[in-house]
């Protein structure tokens, strides 16, 4: 049972360029979430999804695409890079009832140039 | 949306002293109320949590409190050692916040020996 896994652990990206950051869940969990954490700051949701087929926005969504697919996996897709994107990202994962433990990946290390 | 704020943002104190971070929330839908605690470079992870029909609850050293009609919970550690040294997060979900929680910008708490 591996959790939350996500890569690529560290990646460094020119202006413009995309990229996509992979996120996978072994736990059966139906919510996952993507969420990036700045210097000083907590945690900011980018998009989330309830479920296969469902994908919401969160509270800074733009530069950013996710699909979800299958229950497993939840993607994050940065559609042309920007130094402001730079930051730490992490997946997260969690079961439908309410109120239950947010499972987080290892976190991945973005630098844009 | 939700809405969380996480006081203070800096906490020192020496070891052996109590220590206690204040969070406030703005949605009374939200019935679920974590606490994450980041070493520098790992993930968050989870030390306690506390749900909406429940006032107080203790884990050893660690305690949260919840004060629904004034929307704010507390986390307080007793005994506090060099280990407890970390950034520490308040979050809320769960209601019509289900699946997308919101995070306070954290507190660093220094233990000094």
């Known amino acids: 049972n591996a959790g939350v896994t996500q890569t690529p652990k560290f990646q460094v990206l020119k202006t413009g360029q995309s990229m996509t950051l992979q996120c996978a869940q072994d736990?059966?969990?139906?919510?996952m979430s993507w969420y990036r954490q700045d210097p000083g700051m907590g945690l900011r949701l980018i998009h989330y999804?309830?479920?296969?087929?469902?994908?919401d926005q969160g509270e800074v969504p733009n530069g950013y695409n996710v699909s979800r697919s299958t229950t497993e996996d939840f993607p994050l897709r940065l559609l042309s890079a920007a130094p402001s994107q730079t930051s730490v990202y992490f997946c997260?994962?969690?079961?439908?009832?309410?109120?239950?433990?947010?499972?987080f990946g290892e976190g991945s290390w973005l630098t844009v140039v | 949306g939700e809405n969380v704020e996480q006081h203070p943002s800096t906490l020192s104190v020496q070891e052996g002293d109590s220590a206690v971070i204040k969070c406030t929330y703005s949605?009374?839908?939200?019935?679920?109320f974590p606490w994450y605690k980041q070493e520098l470079g790992k993930r968050p992870q989870l030390i306690i949590d506390?749900?909406?029909?429940?006032g107080e609850k203790k884990d050893q050293r660690i305690a949260v409190t919840l004060n629904k009609t004034a929307k704010h919970f507390s986390l307080h550690i007793t005994e506090t050692q060099p280990e407890d040294s970390a950034v520490y997060f308040c979050?809320?979900?769960?209601?019509?916040?289900?699946?997308?929680?919101?995070f306070g910008d954290g507190t660093t708490l220094t233990v000094k020996p």
């Open positions: 949605d009374s839908a939200s019935n679920y």
């Open positions: 736990m059966n969990h139906e919510y």
């Open positions: 979050a809320a979900s769960g209601g019509t916040n289900a699946g997308k929680s919101t």
């Open positions: 997260a994962s969690e079961e439908r009832a309410s109120g239950n433990t947010i499972y």
């Open positions: 999804s309830v479920g296969a087929g469902i994908t």
């Open positions: 506390i749900r909406s029909n429940v």
